[in-house]
T-cell receptor, first 111, second 113 residues
Framework: NAGVTQTPKFQVLKTGQSMTLQCAQD?????MSWYRQDPGMGLRLIHY???????DQGEVPNGYNVSRSTTEDFPLRLLSAAPSQTSVYFC??????????FGNGTRLTVT | GENVEQHPSTLSVQEGDSAVIKCTYS??????FPWYKQELGKGPQLIID?????GEKKDQRIAVTLNKTAKHFSLHITETQPEDSAVYFC????????????FGKGITLSVRP
């Protein structure tokens, strides 16, 4: 099993550009989530999904969209990137009663 | 909602010494408390966790203790080694299909050779 795979590893965007951060897991986990990590702020939940077709907002959802059309994939979309979205983004998944498994992150810089 | 506080933000110890990292939580209904280790350039990885029906759990050189009355839990690392240098996150949640982990801000542990 590859676990949780995130692409790309690094990305630079200009303000106003859009992009999609990809996340895929091969563990048949029902629950998937996106976190952002900023210095001194820890890990903050952006959006999460408890199964295909179901998504909900976390602590810091503004500026981000998600969809969950399959169990395996949970992409995170930035429709109009802003410098405040410069961060490291982590996707994580789990099955009920099990710990979160994290990917290795996407480092995004918005100039 | 849940609030998890983690102090201090940095900790430096001599190799071979013990390290203790403390966290407090606000929601008395929280019943699951994992600890994650994050190495440079990687995602957080679970190293140990504890549920509210247990006061202490050990796994080789690491242990976690939970004080439900005071709403705090601690990570203990004995005989520290340079490879223990990393960022450590504590978290808390109420378990369930929709449960969302709330993380502390993380502590950077440095083990001096």
């Amino acid at each position: 099993n590859a676990g949780v795979t995130q692409t790309p590893k690094f990305q630079v965007l200009k303000t106003g550009q859009s992009m999609t951060l990809q996340c895929a897991q091969d563990m048949n986990h029902e629950y998937m989530s996106w976190y952002r990590q900023d210095p001194g702020m820890g890990l903050r939940l952006i959006h999460y999904s408890v199964g295909a077709g179901i998504t909900d907002q976390g602590e810091v959802p503004n500026g981000y969209n998600v969809s969950r059309s399959t169990t395996e994939d949970f992409p995170l979309r930035l429709l109009s990137a802003a410098p405040s979205q410069t961060s490291v983004y982590f996707c994580a998944s789990r099955t009920p009663g099990s710990p979160l498994h994290f990917g290795n992150g996407t480092r995004l810089t918005v100039t | 909602g849940e609030n998890v506080e983690q102090h201090p933000s940095t900790l430096s110890v001599q190799e071979g010494d013990s390290a203790v990292i403390k966290c407090t939580y606000s929601d008395s209904a929280s019943n699951y408390f994992p600890w994650y280790k994050q190495e440079l350039g990687k995602g957080p990885q679970l190293i140990i966790d504890i549920r509210s029906n247990v006061g202490e759990k050990k796994d080789q050189r690491i242990a976690v203790t939970l004080n439900k009355t005071a709403k705090h839990f601690s990570l203990h690392i004995t005989e520290t080694q340079p490879e223990d240098s990393a960022v450590y996150f504590c978290a808390a949640t109420i378990t369930g299909a929709n449960s969302k982990l709330t993380f502390g801000k993380g502590i950077t542990l440095s083990v001096r050779p």
